[in-house]
Nanobody, 128 residues
Framework: QVQLVESGGGLVQAGDSLRLSCAAS????????MGWFRQAPGKEREFVAA????????YYADSVKGRFTMSRSNAKNTVYLQMNSLKPEDTANYYC?????????????????????WGQGTQVTVSS
């Protein structure tokens, strides 16, 4: 079955960096758009970043643009989220998600409902 396993979360100070990883198995990885979402206590799960399966183009939430970088290795079935200049408001549980090719295009890529599979999440806490 499909598994997405996140790692790399932790407790850091404001201004620090972290790199999250998401290892995927049980799917044809190169045919899936991959996304990162986050959810803080009492808030809805929100889009953070995505990488389109077809051409590797990346998309970011305005709140992380210029600070976060998403990448993928189809050889390793893994996506990464490099997070720099972290802020306390970045504190959340970060989830990796996969969306099959027919579900995604440039209009839908930020919408969580198009993502078929989800990981269990990794906690990121940024202290001020």
């Amino acid at each position: 079955q499909v598994q997405l396993v996140e790692s790399g979360g932790g407790l850091v100070q404001a201004g620090d960096s972290l790199r999250l990883s998401c290892a995927a198995s049980g799917l044809t990885f190169s045919a899936y758009t991959m996304g990162w979402f986050r959810q803080a206590p009492g808030k809805e799960r929100e889009f953070v970043a995505a990488i389109y399966w077809r051409d590797g183009s990346t998309y970011y939430a305005d709140s992380v643009k210029g600070r976060f970088t998403m990448s993928r290795s189809n050889a390793k079935n893994t996506v990464y989220l490099q997070m720099n200049s972290l802020k306390p408001e970045d504190t959340a549980n970060y989830y990796c998600a996969a969306a099959s090719a027919p579900n995604t295009n440039m209009l839908t890529i930020k919408n969580r409902v198009v993502y078929n599979y989800w990981g269990q999440g990794t906690q990121v806490t940024v202290s001020s």
